[in-house]
């Protein structure tokens, strides 16, 4: 393993294991795909105040989908103009206008299972939904019922099945057998599709939306958790919802990022800070994943420059020592 200036490498060699292909898949020739994961993105409140309908002004600086086959994101908000809100807190919505911002980054997916899709209730989450496909982005972790929302989705790229999957805690709005919502984060239900899209897929991606606010580290049992995801064949799992950057661990050859923290969050006035993205290569039995850091300046993010990106590969590093199995091991070079 070798510590970057730009970015933290991670080599893991999967274990080849049996899968039975569509002969499609098998024919086509495989080339390496790209493929980049940020955190939550809030293109609402004071984003939208600042930018004052500039669709274009976040992603001015920097495009990721321009770098990458696949750029995938957890939407933290409704796309919708709806107006009754669910008491809570903090409601967020994104005005359809800056759908063209979404487009402009490059976004090929997002997930949307998380605890602000259901900020306008039913027709919030209803709205987005539209609103996504007529983007012609793809979603997971939302439908207009439980089968829906637990469905995956299969992305080709370059010969590669790409497979996702989005889950976030459970209760009210969580999807139901005749009812919308998002898909609840019940074990028994992402070991069942992880297997099932195992077998049509050459690469699974599980997004949880999951973790304490705040909190630099884990909890046990979400390490416990992804460990269960993994064996059941997830090969990468996105964590977001802490809104900080938590460690990383390799187990049995996946990679698990328990939290990217913030990418684009206007739910608060805090417009500039360091994050990271993951940037994943596959190109046969040995993905590369190389953690980004990356500077946002007024809602505007780029890839970061030192000393700021020794400062957030220092941190993750410090933040995954206690993991089982992290990658930041002694003898990485600068």
């Known amino acids: 393993m070798k510590l970057l200036i730009q970015c933290l490498r991670i080599t893991s060699v999967i274990a080849v294991t049996a899968v039975f292909l569509p002969l499609s898949m098998l ?48 939407l933290e908000h409704p796309v919708t103009m709806a107006t009754d ?34 900020d306008y209730g039913l027709q919030g989450m209803e709205d987005t939904m539209r609103f996504l496909d007529s ?9 207009g019922n439980l089968a829906q929302a637990r469905k995956p989705v299969v992305m080709r790229r370059k010969g590669w099945a790409v497979g996702f999957l989005g889950y976030y805690g459970g209760g009210e709005f969580s999807a139901g057998k005749n009812t919308p919502g998002f898909a609840p984060r019940y074990a028994r239900f992402m070991v069942e599709d992880i297997r099932d899209l195992k077998k049509k897929a050459d690469y699974v991606v599980v997004n949880l939306h999951w973790g304490t606010e705040r909190a630099p580290e884990p909890e046990g049992w979400q390490i416990q958790l ?23 661990e390799e187990y049995k050859g996946a990679t698990i990022a328990f939290s990217l923290g913030n990418f684009v969050f206007g739910g608060n006035t805090r417009h500039t800070y360091d994050t990271a993205v993951l940037k994943v290569t596959i190109s046969g039995a040995a993905p590369v994943v190389e953690l980004v850091p990356v500077t946002v300046t007024r809602w505007q993010p780029r890839p970061s420059s030192p000393p700021a990106t020794r400062e957030v590969l220092e941190l993750v590093r410090e933040r995954s020592a206690n993991l089982h199995h992290h990658p930041f091991f002694s003898g990485a070079q600068e």
Request: charged share 20%; net charge negative; proline share 4%.
């Open 85 to 118: 809100r669910v008491e809570k807190k903090y409601n967020f919505k994104m005005n359809p206008v800056y759908g063209a911002t979404l487009v402009d980054a490059g976004i090929t997916i997002v997930n949307a299972a998380n605890n602000h899709i259901f």
């Open 135 to 143: 983007l012609e982005i793809a979603y997971v972790g939302l439908g």
């Open 226 to 248: 992804a460990h269960r995801l993994v064996d059941a064949g997830a090969d990468l799992i996105v964590g977001h919802h802490p809104h900080v950057l938590q460690g990383i």
């Open 27 to 74: 024919s086509q020739e495989k080339e390496p795909v790209v493929m980049i994961f940020a955190g939550d993105v809030v293109l609402s409140d004071h984003v939208e105040a600042f930018v004052k309908g500039r669709t274009e002004y976040v992603f001015e600086l920097w495009k990721p989908g321009k770098e990458s086959d696949i750029f995938m994101v957890n």
